[in-house]
């Protein structure tokens, strides 16, 4: 087990499903007729040719690039292709996604075995194996679009500066925002996450020594304080029941009051990068000039957007947020919409009442002015029956005007479950920062587009310390049967349109 038993798994899957797309659909469909001329276009050297329609930086043709060119002696030894540009059909193009989904499931297992160092090999891979069957990212992994490229980028980002290798990070999170250039805010997201450990284990640190070098009758009250806990002790193991006093969570659940707030923790961060500036700027300043070359690169290009630039204009589309809560919360449903989950925030809201229930409150009045001020309706959502988010507006959220108010109290819940998991193992500081990247990614963006949910989605599922198997069962059975309904919808239900010739599929 470990990395090489899910790299083998993913490929068994991998590999048989990549055939039969290409067999079945052996021309570029949906957005691969932009992005693979374009990948063909560089295979020839003409690297000034650029299509208009494509809103994405070139990231994902220069590792291409790299793929077929690893590729290339053996074909030419083989005598399966005459020359360089021959290797860049669309087969091999849409492989380099599935050699990707392999790496990017390696790294799922290495961040998951780093976050929890006391899981096995066993669960890990079982673990890193449901997550690559996650159906937005397992059915982009067979066309050629840029969703495994960032997704697995945005990943060794975050592995990186989780293993303090904060140079190789900025040198990943580069990368990542050339194949996509939202990704620059993951990039600082995972500087925040360094700076963040950086400094609170520091102050930990401070906290020791302080200790260390307190006066000698601390000690000795300490002494006599371990005395008695040990007499109490034995007489609970004379009462059958014995508290080891060990610490499940590094925090405790978001909505109690005996956790450190997040004033208080936002002022350690403060006052120990004041004495650390100067070892942070070395370690992160990689992270700054990216991203001034980011802003120096807007600036110039007038828009984040690079092509079709009228059709992707920021938009304060606040409802995504509301929406990403409640697609994320059905992907981990064994996890959120349990009765003891349920249960759970029942219990913390009460226990810190009125505050909880004010705090309730906002987030259901916020959600209401999300869903009726901030709600858009992009022209591509309503003409494009293509994809399912076409079904879901008209059927569900649109179906009737009182339906999107009506969905608004699931969207609360929703978030205070995800805010309830995540605090019972994460720094308040680190939800406050996860939930504003994911804000910054979805809030600009007018079309509803679920492929837009995979990185703070993987972020979530990698941070909720999910350690029930019977929810791994689940999620996964869940996973694999919607990819198999998807795929098949894909490959053998295609449809034609009146006022437009060619075979259409149905797609996320």
Known sequence: MGRVAVAVIVSLWVVPVSILVNRVVPEPYMDEIF????????????????????????GLYYLSLAYVGILYPG????????????ICSPEILRSVNGVLAVICSVLVYEIMTLLRPGVNDRNATACAVVLASYPLQWFFTFLYYTDAASLTLVLATYLACLKKRYWISALMGALS?????????????????????ITLLSGKCRVKVADIDGPINVSSQLIRKNSNISSNLRRRKNNGAVDTGENVGPTANIFSSEMPGLL???????????????????HFVPFLMILMAFIAFIRWN??????????????????????????????????????????????????????????????????????????IAHPYLLADNRHYPFYLWRKVINAHWSMRYLLVPLYAY?????????GRFQKRIWIVAYFLATAAILVPAPLIEFRYYTVPFYLL???????????????????????IFTMSMFLFRPFQW???????????
């Open 75 to 86: 074909m030419i030894f083989t005598r399966a292709i005459a020359s360089f540009p021959d």
């Open 461 to 483: 599922m990698l941070h909720s310390n999910v350690t029930d198997s019977r929810s791994w069962f689940l999620m996964g059975f869940l996973y694999v049967m919607t990819n």
């Open 35 to 58: 992005h693979i001329p374009q990948a063909q276009q560089y295979c020839r050297g003409n690297f000034r040719s650029w299509d208009p329609m494509i809103t994405t930086p070139p």
């Open 264 to 282: 208080d923790e936002i002022k350690a961060i403060l006052s120990t990068s004041w004495h650390m500036k100067w070892e942070i700027l070395v």
């Open 177 to 197: 925002v050339i194949v996509r250039q939202t990704n620059i805010v993951w990039m600082l997201f995972a500087a925040c996450t360094g700076i963040i450990d």
């Open 302 to 375: 007038g828009s984040i957007v690079l092509g079709a630039k009228d059709a992707h204009t920021v938009s304060p589309h606040f409802a995504q947020v509301m929406y990403f809560g409640l697609v994320s919360t059905l992907a981990m449903a064994p996890v959120h919409f349990s009765w003891g989950q349920a249960a759970r925030i029942f219990r913390s809201l009460w226990r810190n009442k009125p505050l909880s229930f004010l705090q309730v409150l906002i987030a259901i009045c916020a959600g209401f002015l999300s869903v009726h001020f901030f709600s």
């Open 414 to 422: 929703s978030w205070l479950s995800i805010f309830s998991v995540l």
């Open 498 to 508: 009146n006022h437009e010739p060619g075979i259409q599929r149905f797609i996320w």
